[in-house]
C-alpha cells in the first residue's frame, strides 16, 4: 500500500504563501483519488481540496482562489500551493490517499485509507 510523508509547513505572516508537499512511496500516487485535509486545535478536521487521477479538482469554499492542488507524477508528490493565507488557515494539514479502487467521485468526502503524519502551518 502507499505511504505518505508530508513537508514544507512551517510559520508564515498573513498574506503569505507556502507549498506543501506530500511525496508518496510504494505505489504511484497519479492512480489515487488524492486529497489535503488541516485539523486546528479544538476543531473537527476539515477536507481542503482534493484532485482525481484525471486531474480534476475541487476545493473548500474557505480556500477556493487562494490554495492550488497539484501532482507530479514524475516525482510522485502532491502538492498544494497556498496563497494569500490567513490566520483561519493555522492548522495542521494532511494528506491522503482513497483506496486504488475507489470509482466514485473524488472529493473530499470520498473515504480515504491513507494518511500521512501531517505538517503544521502557523499563520500570525
Known amino acids: 500500500h502507499v505511504q505518505l510523508v508530508e513537508s514544507g509547513g512551517g510559520s508564515v505572516q498573513a498574506g503569505g504563501s507556502l507549498r506543501l508537499s506530500c511525496t508518496g512511496s510504494?505505489?504511484?500516487?497519479?492512480?489515487?483519488?488524492m486529497g489535503w485535509f488541516r485539523q486546528a486545535p479544538g476543531k473537527e478536521r476539515e477536507g481542503v481540496a482534493a484532485?482525481?487521477?484525471?486531474?480534476?479538482?475541487s476545493y473548500a469554499d474557505s480556500v477556493k482562489g487562494r490554495f492550488t492542488i497539484s501532482k507530479d507524477k514524475a516525482k510522485n508528490t502532491l502538492f498544494l500551493q497556498m496563497s494569500n493565507l490567513k490566520s483561519e488557515d493555522t492548522a495542521m494539514y494532511y494528506c491522503?490517499?482513497?483506496?486504488?479502487?475507489?470509482?466514485?467521485?473524488?472529493?473530499?468526502?470520498?473515504?480515504?485509507?491513507?494518511w500521512g503524519q501531517g505538517t503544521q502551518v502557523t499563520v500570525s
Open positions: 510504494g505505489d504511484t500516487l497519479s492512480s489515487y483519488c
Open positions: 484532485i482525481d487521477s484525471d486531474g480534476s479538482t
Open positions: 491522503a490517499a482513497a483506496s486504488v479502487t475507489f470509482v466514485g467521485t473524488c472529493s473530499t468526502r470520498a473515504p480515504f485509507n491513507y
